[in-house]
């Protein structure tokens, strides 16, 4: 009798087919799989040091120190919002205020919620739909600034680099060569999602953004002038005509970058480390955020801003014990200025549904 032949009968398309539908079940969970990780390092990293080093770094911090360091935290995230306000400034009706707060809005959710950390980045793009601002632009805005921000990054990382090398020691320059090898790979990507936003190549997969723009419009937002696409937008928002607004987010943003270095050199100096000045603290501040967001599945960099200040801290001479003092401060505006920024979103979506 003759056998039948299975590969002919079973519908294998089935499990292609289902590749996707895997594939996409992975990324979503991909946050909440980095957010376990994360807090298991964190756990790890507070429970092989001494606890009262960290508590009494942590102490002489104090109030006033902590409240100067959530204060500069606002400061660089409202730098941020203008910057992708000059981004959209004369395409959009929209004010800069706007911008601000919806910015405070994607850095809460990036910090406080298990999502990846673009996850409030989409949603603030969908949010300023609200504001009459066309869902595509609204993506291309969120397109951009996401390239202007990681670029300026790019460039505070090597300056950082720059001053570690006068830093002596194996330590520090293995250091600087495993992170200009990491910029170098950072730069070719820029360097793709630039000419990927510039030469057309868009419009390849334009259906699918223009999915997000309606998505943003189904989801409550308002359709504004529409007409073109994300492709057309972007090119809108890259226009030789408006290099001036682009300079000018640039520079908003690397300002940005450089000020967070202030938040560790005000905790350094509450606690007493004297051997430790802004130089150091730009240091700390560009390659820890590096660390960061080479980690970016991992939710607020959970686990991983921990490690890399401990790591860091130990070039300059800072315990681990201090440095989990530091990093733990940095956490601080997090949670002050991330919880009302997250009451604000559920208010903006309670206020458009209802």
């Given at each position: 009798?003759?056998?039948?032949?299975?590969?002919?009968?079973?519908?294998?398309?089935?499990?292609?087919?289902?590749?996707?539908?895997?594939?996409?079940?992975?990324?979503?969970r991909l946050p909440l799989v980095g957010t376990i990780l994360g807090l298991g390092l964190a756990l790890w990293l507070v429970a092989t040091n001494d606890l009262g080093a960290v508590a009494e770094a942590f102490g002489r911090i104090g109030l006033p120190g902590l409240v100067?360091?959530?204060?500069?935290?606002?400061?660089?995230?409202?730098?941020?919002?203008l910057a992708w306000a000059r981004i959209l400034e004369g395409l959009?009706?929209?004010?800069?205020?706007?911008?601000?707060?919806?910015?405070?809005?994607?850095?809460?959710?990036?910090?406080?919620?298990?999502?990846?950390?673009?996850?409030?980045?989409l949603v603030g793009g969908r949010l300023l739909t609200f504001r009459g601002v066309a869902g595509t632009l609204a993506a291309a805005s969120i397109l951009v600034d996401m390239l202007m921000q990681v670029a300026t990054q790019a460039l505070f990382a090597l300056g950082g680099v720059a001053l570690l090398a006068r830093v002596e020691g194996e330590a520090a320059a293995r250091l600087a060569g495993w992170t200009l090898q990491a910029l170098l790979v950072t730069g070719l990507v820029l360097a793709a999602f630039f000419a990927?936003?510039?030469?057309?190549?868009?419009?390849?997969?334009?259906?699918?953004?223009?999915?997000?723009?309606?998505?943003?419009?189904?989801?409550?937002?308002?359709?504004g002038s529409d007409s073109g696409g994300v492709q057309a937008s972007l090119d809108r928002v890259w226009d030789r005509s408006r290099r001036g607004h682009l300079a000018q987010s640039f520079v908003l943003h690397l300002a940005a970058w450089v000020l967070g270095a202030v938040e560790i050199w005000i905790a350094l100096a509450c606690i007493g480390?004297?051997?430790?000045?802004?130089?150091?603290?730009?240091?700390?501040?560009?390659?820890?955020?590096?660390?960061?967001?080479?980690?970016?599945?991992?939710?607020?960099?959970?686990?991983?801003?921990?490690g890399g200040f401990v790591l860091l801290g130990a070039l300059f001479g800072i315990d681990a014990g201090t440095a989990l003092a530091l990093s733990l401060a940095k956490r601080v505006p997090d949670v002050v200025l991330g919880l009302p920024a997250l009451l604000v979103w559920q208010n903006l979506e309670a206020r458009r549904s209802g």
């Open positions: 009798m003759l056998q039948r032949d299975e590969s002919l009968t079973d519908p294998t398309p089935r499990t292609d087919a289902g590749r996707p539908a895997f594939g996409r079940a992975v990324l979503r100067a360091i959530v204060l500069v935290r606002a400061a660089v995230i409202a730098l941020c919002g959009s009706a929209a004010q800069a205020g706007a911008f601000i707060t919806l910015r405070f809005v994607r850095e809460g959710i990036n910090v406080l919620l298990p999502v990846a950390s673009v996850g409030g980045d990927f936003q510039r030469t057309g190549a868009l419009r390849g997969i334009e259906r699918r953004l223009a999915d997000l723009g309606r998505r943003f419009v189904r989801d409550g937002g308002s359709p480390i004297e051997n430790v000045g802004f130089a150091e603290a730009l240091v700390i501040e560009a390659l820890s955020q590096a660390i960061k967001s080479a980690a970016f599945p991992v939710p607020s960099g959970l686990g991983v801003q921990e």
